[in-house]
DNA sequence: TAAGTGTACTATTATTGTTAATACAGTTAA
DNA sequence: TTAACTGTATTAACAATAATAGTACACTTA
């Protein structure tokens, strides 16, 4: 289900982070699914399972999962867990990357593009 | 002309890079322009001339600016060191955030607009 | 009770960021 | 040529972070 790269410099739980917001998403894994535990995903990967908590905890601060001691740990739905602040911080760093797209000359067109494939496939599924 | 944020979890020499790339898009450092020497700016900021010089090298390498040895760093001219890698790159962080925007429920339009800003200002200036 | 879950803590090692000091090579002007 | 500036490289030391390891505790469920 996840591909590490543990050659990469980039810290295994932020990829993970990375992938699992992928997977939730894309509704890959849908919400109030069950993630695998915090021990069975970590000897899948074999990696340490205090890997797997700092990462599963990070999503949790970004709202993107949920977790209950004794239960599992679960995804979160769409409309819950969307701070303000949140938002804001994504707003800044979108607009940096894509001031730097243009700057790269990637045509405005492009950009417009991508937005209206992404938006199409959002709530349709695939 | 740089504040620093010394507290900050974010590596000193990235802060410096994204203030660089922001002050270079902008075009507030012109093309060719010639910047503050390595241990210039290192004593103006209190900090390492190592930790400068890791901040150009970056700089250098994501093609921004360019360094000759004895003379200076200068700003890159905009058509020069566009290599297609760094674009594809751009491209797969972009569709990352895109996407994080839109399941944070940023209406598209919203962001066909901060596109358009961004494009019209661009070029022009400010 | 037993086995699963998340969570917390301490200790250890490896990697990275930062500073420090020094040195070398190229440029430029006196 | 000399002096003072440039970028660049290297080594050492320290602090912070990433990751592993081992253990423990609290909660849930069958």
Same mark, same amino acid.
């Given at each position: ?33 069950? *993630? ?5 995903? $970590?000897?899948? %990967?074999? #990696? ?8 599963? /905890? &990070? ?34 760093? *979108? ?5 730097? $797209?243009?700057? %790269?000359? #990637? ?8 937005? /209206? &494939? ?9």
């Amino acid at each position: 289900m996840f591909e590490l790269d543990l050659r990469s410099r980039k810290p295994i739980y932020e990829q993970l982070v990375d992938k699992m917001k992928e997977l939730i998403m894309n509704e890959v894994l849908k919400p109030d699914e069950q *993630l695998p535990s915090v021990r069975q995903l $970590a000897q899948q %990967l074999t #990696i340490n399972p205090n890997t797997i908590q700092k990462a599963y /905890r &990070e999503l949790e601060l970004q709202g993107f999962i949920y977790s209950l001691k004794g239960k599992g740990s679960f995804v979160n739905p769409m409309d819950a867990g969307k701070d303000a602040e949140k938002i804001m911080q994504v707003k800044l760093e *979108l607009e940096k990357l894509l001031l730097e $797209a243009l700057y %790269l000359g #990637i045509p405005a067109e492009e950009l417009h593009g991508l937005i /209206r &494939e992404l938006d199409a496939s959002k709530g349709g599924g695939e």
